[in-house]
C-alpha cells in the first residue's frame, strides 16, 4: 500500500516551503531514512527522508513549487511495484476503450493509447510541466530512467539538441536570384544559446527582499572611521599559539571586535534596541549576529549572550556557527533573533563598504581589509596596519553624534586591546 509524503513541520512561524530538487526519481528504490527531497525556506533547506522502504512512486510537486505544511508531495510504493500499478490501471482502462464498438455516427472511440504514445505517461508533473513550457514533445524523448521513465535530464537534453540544430526559416529568393540577408531573429537565437536561466533559491528570494525591506522602511546613514591594528596584531603573535594550545581555539580578530562592540553598546545602548512603532525597545543583553557567506548567499547566525563570553568561547562559537552554515546545518534557532551585527567583508579583500541593516536591529559594524599605510603618530610619519571601520545606523533612532562617538568608543577599545578585558 502506498504511503504518503508529507511536508513536515518547518519550525515556528514557517509555514510553507519551495521544492528545491528531488534526490530521487520517480521509480527508484529508497530506503527508510533516506533523503527524497529537499526543501527550501527563507532561512534554511530541510530533507525530508523516506519513513519506510520501497519505491518511490509518484512526485505531485515539481522543483520551485509552493508547498504547505502537512501538504502531500508525492507518494512511496511497496518494493518492486513503483509505479507499475498505477500503469498497469491506465493501461487496462485504455484497452477498454480500444475494445469498445464504432459509435452510432459512424465515427471511431479513440484508441486510447494517447497518453502512453505522447510520453506523458512516462513523465512527473515536474518534467511534464518543463516540456510543456518549451514546447517539446515528450512522444520524442527516450527516457533514461527506470522503466524508461523520462526524466529532467532527458527533457533538458532535447532542449539543447534542439536549440542547436534549428535554422532559421528558408525565405524564397528575389527577383535579381539574390539570397536575403540573415533575420535578426538569428543572431537573437545565437545569443539565447549563450544564456543560463538558474531558479533563485528561496533563501535568494527572501535576502533580496529583506535587503530592499531594509532600504525601504529605515532612514540608513553611515559614518566611517580608522583603526589602527598594530596592537591587537603584536598581541595575538605573542599570544595565539599559547591560546590555542589552552583552549584548542584559533585566536582570531573577531573576538576583539565582538568584545570592542559589546563594550560599545553597553555605552550607548541605543545602538542595541528595536524600533516598535512609537517604542525604542532598548535590549540589554547582547545576542551578536555574525555574517557568514555560504554558495546561496549571506546568513546572519546568531552568537547568544556574547557579553558572557570569554575569548575563546566567542571565536569556537563563531567557528561553528560558519561551519553550519557553509554545511547547511543551520537551524531557525541559529538564525533568530539579534541585537547587533558584525559583517567583514575585509576576508574578501573590500577596502572600505557600507552595510545594510538587518532590521529590524538598528545598526551593524561593518570591519575590512588591514592595510599598511602612512600614518602620522606624534608628528612623525610613519607606517601602520590600518583598518577602515564603517558603522550603518537607522537615523531614526540614533543621531550622527552618538554614532561618530559609538565607532569612536570601538577604535579605543581596538587600539588598546587590554582593555577589552574589562568590558568581560
Do not use: C
Request: proline letters at 4%.
Amino acid at each position: 500500500m502506498a504511503a504518503e509524503i508529507h511536508v513536515p513541520e518547518l519550525g515556528e512561524s514557517v509555514a510553507d516551503a519551495t521544492v528545491g530538487r528531488w534526490l530521487k526519481q520517480e521509480g527508484e528504490d529508497v530506503t527508510s531514512g533516506e533523503a527524497l527531497v529537499e526543501l527550501e525556506t527563507d532561512k534554511i533547506n530541510f530533507e525530508v527522508e523516506a519513513e519506510q522502504d520501497g519505491v518511490l512512486e509518484s512526485i505531485s510537486k515539481g522543483e520551485g513549487e509552493t508547498v504547505n505544511v502537512g501538504e502531500v508531495i508525492g507518494t512511496i510504493g511497496e518494493a518492486g511495484d513503483g509505479a507499475a500499478p498505477a500503469e498497469t490501471e491506465e493501461e487496462e482502462e485504455q484497452q477498454a476503450e480500444i475494445e469498445q464498438p464504432e459509435t452510432e455516427a459512424g465515427g471511431e472511440t479513440s484508441n486510447g493509447h494517447r497518453e502512453v504514445e505522447d510520453g506523458a505517461g512516462r513523465a512527473s508533473p515536474s518534467v511534464r510541466k518543463l516540456a510543456q513550457e518549451y514546447e517539446v514533445d515528450l512522444a520524442e524523448v527516450s527516457g533514461s530512467g527506470s522503466g524508461g521513465r523520462i526524466t529532467r535530464d532527458d527533457v533538458e537534453r532535447l532542449i539543447r539538441d534542439q536549440s542547436r540544430t534549428a535554422a532559421p526559416e528558408e525565405t524564397e529568393r528575389d527577383g535579381k536570384g539574390e539570397a536575403p540577408q540573415p533575420a535578426p531573429a538569428a543572431s537573437e537565437d545565437r545569443r539565447a544559446d549563450l544564456e543560463e536561466r538558474v531558479r533563485l533559491s528561496r533563501r535568494r528570494q527572501t535576502i533580496a527582499k529583506r535587503l530592499v525591506e531594509s532600504q525601504q522602511t529605515s532612514a540608513t546613514l553611515t559614518t566611517f572611521n580608522e583603526v589602527d591594528m598594530s596592537a591587537v596584531m603584536e598581541l595575538r603573535k605573542r599570544r595565539k599559539e599559547s591560546f590555542q594550545e589552552r583552549t584548542g581555539a584559533r585566536l582570531g580578530f573577531m573576538s576583539f571586535f565582538t568584545k570592542a562592540a559589546i563594550g560599545a553598546l553597553k555605552a550607548f545602548p541605543k545602538v542595541n534596541a528595536e524600533l516598535q512603532d512609537s517604542e525604542l525597545v532598548l535590549k540589554k543583553y547582547y545576542d551578536i549576529g555574525v555574517a557568514v557567506n555560504t554558495d546561496e548567499g549571506l546568513v546572519v547566525p546568531i552568537l547568544r549572550d556574547a557579553d558572557h563570553k570569554n575569548f575563546a568561547e566567542i571565536e569556537q562559537g563563531i567557528v561553528d556557527l560558519a561551519t553550519k552554515a557553509r554545511e547547511g546545518k543551520l537551524t531557525l534557532d541559529d538564525l533568530r533573533g539579534g541585537t547587533f551585527t558584525i559583517t567583514n567583508g575585509g576576508i574578501f579583500g573590500s577596502l572600505v563598504s557600507t552595510p545594510i541593516l538587518t532590521v529590524p536591529q538598528v545598526a551593524i559594524l561593518g570591519m575590512h581589509k588591514i592595510q599598511e599605510r602612512p600614518v602620522v603618530v606624534d608628528g612623525e610619519i610613519v607606517v601602520r596596519p590600518m583598518m577602515y571601520l564603517a558603522l550603518s545606523y537607522d537615523h531614526r533612532v540614533i543621531d550622527g553624534a552618538e554614532a561618530v562617538s559609538f565607532l569612536v568608543r570601538i577604535k579605543e577599545l581596538i587600539e588598546d586591546p587590554e582593555s577589552l578585558l574589562l568590558e568581560g
